[in-house]
Nanobody, 122 residues
């Protein structure tokens, strides 16, 4: 079993940057793909990106490609989401999640964090 806790959210102006972290507990963390999702008020949960167990292969939604970067440190049981050139439409609650295989579908993920709020002002 994996427990996930996000941190690093906050308020930032458009064009700014934030770095979210996902801290994991559990002996099998390194076996899981970690995904980032976000959910804005009144909208469905949206795929942001994933990173495989090795930290080498990442997949990103078109809306964030080139602006967001995911990295992971298995030795520290952590995954990070570096967000640059933020836009007001990036405003949402951001979640990290763990799955045995990579997927853009949130239903494929077994474990979820509680989420962290990101607000981008114009």
């Amino acid at each position: 079993q994996v427990q996930l806790v996000e941190s690093g959210g906050g308020l930032v102006q458009a064009g700014g940057s934030l770095r979210l972290s996902c801290a994991a507990s559990g002996p099998t963390f390194s076996r899981y793909v970690i995904g980032w999702f976000r959910q804005a008020p009144g909208k469905e949960r949206e795929f942001v990106g994933t990173i495989d167990w090795s930290g080498v292969f990442a997949d990103y939604a078109n809306s964030v490609k080139g602006r967001f970067t995911i990295s992971r440190e298995n030795a520290k049981n952590s995954v990070h989401l570096q967000m640059n050139s933020l836009k007001p439409e990036d405003t949402a609650v951001y979640y990290c999640a763990a799955a045995p295989r990579g997927s853009r579908d949130p239903r494929a993920y077994d474990y979820w964090g509680q989420g962290t709020q990101v607000t981008v002002s114009s």
